[in-house]
């Protein structure tokens, strides 16, 4: 399009452009400037030599005249489209044969745009390589057919399917000739087709569709499974399922959400549904051989099944997932790789890449695997606990599968509960600091685990973390968290925990309970009775350390209000001296006053309770303590 609108070209795009349209089979335009001519070279905008005359290849010309040459234009003997020496090598001396077609071909006025002088004779033109041109590649240019681009997962294979041919009925025929039958009728399904295009291919589509629905039927009736079945149903099974899924559509996009996000649905799960039901049929049943099996499936064959089980589709995935676990269950001799495998992808899910789908089926699989181990649990086992499940409560998309991460976490407790005060750590570790919801079911879970240990004495390790977080609980403004983690207080272990350890526990709790009661910050009246609650329980528990923790606390609030005095005083010495300053003069409006800070629990909204408000928060009346705080704050309102 630059030639035919008069722009000069590089001597590189000149041979692109004459291999694109040598391809095309389009004239080439007889009029291109030969590279090392002063007209290649000059720089744009710079007057040439003489005017250049530009053919379009569209207007027909006579084949036998020559276009004339310019007055002003300067030829030579060699091709006016000569290529660089260092892009093609130099091409072989041309047969008589050539010799009489090129110059035929020079006559015809489509190589040559000016006659070369009588007295040297024209040379044959050199051929142009044929050069790929950006990504497009050069089979696709020699065969003029651009690629076609693969778009969505349906498309399975790049191929031209062939014309298929009805098939009788498997129990239609003699019995002798029903192993054949099935056998081509395997092969038959093994032909995939794009079904993207609803109108390509429909006898064919429909033929495949009663071929899978009658060996879905020969197989569901526990026929005899012949070695010949096993390695063309296996390649059935790996022509239809296996293929590349396409990447998500927005990977910087927030996780899937199967609550409020539509499923992106498979267009070939019509027949894909009835290869997974025969393949079930095959490998569930009663003459399947796991030992034949393993022959013709490679270790690749559950890698594949595993990218699958990615699928966007959710039938799809339940579907793949109904067929591992039926061959975890038949194929024992396989049940190690296929835990290596389902491992691998939990990690990469975890480390790499959080694009996976496929995590919640994985862990219903584990579910039913952990179920299964024998106690005392292999070391195997537990070091696969640690460094594959415990690892999912970091990913940002927990909520997709963190059900069925629960159940594999308190099945693998009920066999080895020693490894409590790992799963309290690991959660301890990845703790929400914005997410609320996440916060309670987290707590919701610590209180699950605490539950199977046998004995608090085993929580020894991690006890003073837990309730430092149980207390950062308390301190939350989601009162669905605060009023959790005060009913943990509640629970027989915790209670014994506080009781073992009350001089270590209770200064942990009291600060954050005190503080919520005595100054009234939270919103909701349930929450602050709540802590009242609390509070009489840990003064029943233990009262020495109740009173301890009382008294410290009270010279801690002392402190901190002698600081903020001094801190004000200082304050109000810097601003006198900024006033006593000409240049505050100057200042447009003045100077601002400061905002006074109140200090800490000193303000008539969050005054201290005295000892008689104090002796009915314990004894559970909370009216009084409503009537008591009004009389101290001098409010006689009702």
């Known amino acids: 399009q630059d030639t035919l609108k008069g722009t000069r070209l590089s001597g590189s795009e000149q041979i692109e452009k004459h291999a694109l349209m040598s391809a095309k089979k389009v004239p080439v335009p007889s009029s291109l400037p030969r590279q090392g001519s002063a007209s290649s070279l000059h720089a744009p905008g710079t007057p040439t030599s003489g005017p250049s005359r530009v053919v379009n290849p569209r207007t027909p010309s006579n084949a036998n005249q020559s276009p004339s040459p310019s007055p002003n234009t300067t030829t030579s003997g060699s091709s006016l489209l000569t290529p660089r020496k260092s892009l093609v090598k130099k091409p072989p001396a041309a047969s008589p044969s050539a010799s009489s077609s090129s110059s035929s071909s020079s006559s015809s006025g489509t190589s040559t745009a000016a006659a070369a002088p009588a007295s040297t004779p024209a040379p044959a033109p050199t051929p142009v390589p044929k050069l790929s041109l950006g990504l497009i590649k050069t089979s696709s240019l020699d065969r003029g057919v651009r690629r076609e681009k693969i778009s969505g997962s349906s498309r399975f294979k790049h191929v031209k399917a062939a014309e298929l041919t009805k098939l009788p009925d498997i129990m239609e025929v003699l019995p002798k000739d029903r192993p054949g039958l099935v056998i081509e009728k395997l092969r038959q399904c093994s032909y995939v087709f794009d079904f993207t295009d609803a109108l390509s291919d429909v006898r064919s589509k429909d033929i495949k569709r009663l071929a899978l629905n009658d060996l879905r039927n020969f197989f569901s009736k526990d026929q005899v499974l012949l070695e010949e079945y096993y390695p063309e149903m296996v390649k059935m099974f790996s022509s239809n399922v296996f293929r590349v899924l396409p990447p998500p559509e927005d990977p910087n996009a927030a996780e899937f959400d199967p609550e409020e996000d539509d499923p992106i649905f498979e267009p070939a799960f019509p027949h894909l549904e009835i290869v997974y039901s025969v393949f079930q049929y095959f490998v569930g049943a009663k003459e399947f051989q796991a030992s034949v099996m393993k022959k013709y499936i490679s270790p690749k064959f559950f890698d594949h099944?595993?990218?699958?089980?990615?699928?966007?589709?959710?039938?799809?995935?339940?579907?793949?997932?109904?067929?591992?676990?039926?061959?975890?269950?038949?194929?024992?001799?396989?049940r190690q790789h296929m835990r290596q495998i389902f491992s691998n992808t939990i990690l990469r899910y975890v480390y790499e890449q959080e694009s996976y789908q496929g995590i919640a089926e994985i862990l219903e699989i584990l579910v039913s695997i952990i179920n299964g181990y024998q106690t005392p649990v292999k070391t195997e086992h537990v070091a696969t606990f640690r460094t594959v499940l415990l690892p999912l409560f970091k990913c940002k998309?927990?909520?997709?599968?963190?059900?069925?991460?629960?159940?594999?976490?308190?099945?693998?407790?009920?066999?080895?509960?020693?490894?409590?005060?790992?799963?309290?750590?690991?959660?301890?570790k990845y703790w929400p600091r914005h997410s609320s919801m996440k916060e309670f079911t987290f707590l919701n879970l610590i209180e699950d685990v605490l539950d199977l240990s046998k004995e608090p004495i085993q929580f020894l390790p991690v006890h003073v973390a837990l309730f430092k977080q149980i207390a950062a609980?308390?301190?939350?403004?989601?009162?669905?968290?605060?009023?959790?983690?005060?009913?943990?207080?509640?629970?027989?272990?915790?209670?014994?925990?506080?009781?073992?350890?009350?001089?270590?526990?209770?200064p942990l709790l009291f600060p954050v309970m005190y503080r919520r009661v005595n100054t009234q910050m939270h919103w909701s009246r349930g929450v602050i009775t709540a802590f009242i609650h609390a509070l009489k329980f840990l003064s029943e528990a233990c009262p020495d350390v109740f009173e301890e923790s009382t008294r410290s606390y009270k010279g801690l609030l002392q402190t901190e209000r002698k600081q903020s005095r001094e801190q004000e005083e200082r304050w109000r010495q810097i601003e006198a001296l900024a006033r006593k300053n000409p240049a505050s003069k100057t200042v447009p409006g003045g100077l601002v006053p400061r905002v006074v800070r109140p200090p800490p629990d000193a303000s008539p909204v969050n005054s201290v309770?005295?000892?008689?408000?104090?002796?009915?928060?314990?004894?559970?009346?909370?009216?009084?303590?409503?009537?008591?705080?009004?009389?101290?704050?001098?409010?006689?309102?009702?």
Do not use: W
Not at 311 to 334: I, Q
Not at 477 to 492: D, G, I
């Open 305 to 334: 099944l595993c990218e699958v089980l990615g699928s966007s589709d959710p039938r799809e995935r339940d579907m793949a997932k109904n067929v591992l676990h039926r061959m975890y269950s038949s194929c024992s001799a396989m």
């Open 397 to 428: 998309s927990i909520g997709v599968y963190f059900a069925q991460l629960c159940i594999c976490v308190m099945q693998f407790l009920e066999k080895d509960p020693s490894e409590a005060p790992k799963v309290i750590e690991t959660l301890l």
């Open 473 to 506: 609980s308390m301190a939350s403004q989601h009162f669905q968290v605060v009023e959790r983690s005060l009913h943990m207080l509640n629970n027989p272990k915790i209670m014994e925990l506080v009781k073992n350890n009350a001089t270590v526990l209770v």
């Open 609 to 638: 309770l005295d000892e008689s408000a104090l002796l009915c928060m314990f004894a559970g009346d909370t009216l009084s303590l409503g009537v008591r705080r009004r009389s101290v704050l001098g409010l006689n309102t009702p």
